[in-house]
Nanobody, 112 residues
């Protein structure tokens, strides 16, 4: 069993930055691919970024160049550094372990 706990969400003005964290517990973390997803009000959940166990990354076009996903295997944690935030980035952000585990999410609100 894997538990994922996101943190770091909040209210920020457009153009600002936030760093989200996702702490994993309960199982071996270092080899697992992980991802961030988000769900805006009234919309479907969408993929944001992925990081493999080896550290390779991939991003949705909507966040490429602004967001950075990273991981610290010693801390069993992944991060999402979000810069140049836009109001359309407002959403609940979820951490996902590709062994099919989800966190409960953290809310990011970007004001214009």
């Amino acid at each position: 069993q894997v538990q994922l706990v996101e943190s770091g969400g909040g209210l920020v003005q457009a153009g600002g930055s936030l760093r989200l964290s996702c702490a994993a517990s309960g199982s071996i973390f270092s080899g697992s691919a992980m991802a961030w997803y988000r769900q805006a009000p009234g919309k479907q959940r969408e993929w944001v970024a992925t990081i493999t166990g080896g550290g390779s990354t991939n991003y949705a076009d909507s966040v490429k160049g602004r967001f950075t996903i990273s991981r610290d295997n010693a801390k069993n944690t992944i991060y999402l550094q979000m810069n140049s935030l836009k109001p359309e980035d407002t959403a609940v952000y979820y951490c996902y372990d590709f062994r099919n585990y989800w966190g409960k999410g953290t809310l990011v609100t970007v004001s214009s």
